[in-house]
Nanobody
Framework: QVQLVESGGGLVQPGGSLRLSCAASGSIFSINAMGWYRQTPGKQRALVAA???????NYADSVKGRFTISRDNAKNTVYLQMNSLKPEDTAVYYC??????????????WGQGTQVTVSS
């Protein structure tokens, strides 16, 4: 079992910043990629940003230049720095991790989600 625990969501005014954190723990052999997705009511969960173990990043067009994903490999933790937040960034943000567990089986785990609300 691989568990992901997110933190850092909350209410922020337009133009403000938030930093999300996600720590992975459990039966982990290696993590190939970690990322952040978001979901609003009635819509599918969508990629916000992802980071591979090799350092490759992928961002949704809507957040390029405003959001930055980073990772502390030693802590199995991924961060999402969100700047210049807009009301349309309001969503539940989910952390995702993909890799191999100690049994060398693939895992694809999700966090419980953290609410980000951008409003004045």
């Amino acid at each position: 079992q691989v568990q992901l625990v997110e933190s850092g969501g909350g209410l922020v005014q337009p133009g403000g910043s938030l930093r999300l954190s996600c720590a992975a723990s459990g039966s982990i052999f290696s993590i190939n990629a970690m990322g952040w997705y978001r979901q609003t009511p009635g819509k599918q969960r969508a990629l916000v940003a992802a980071l591979t173990s090799g350092g490759n990043t992928n961002y949704a067009d809507s957040v390029k230049g405003r959001f930055t994903i980073s990772r502390d490999n030693a802590k199995n933790t991924v961060y999402l720095q969100m700047n210049s937040l807009k009301p349309e960034d309001t969503a539940v943000y989910y952390c995702n991790a993909k890799g191999y567990n100690l049994g060398l089986r693939i895992f694809d785990s999700w966090g419980q989600g953290t609410q980000v609300t951008v409003s004045s």
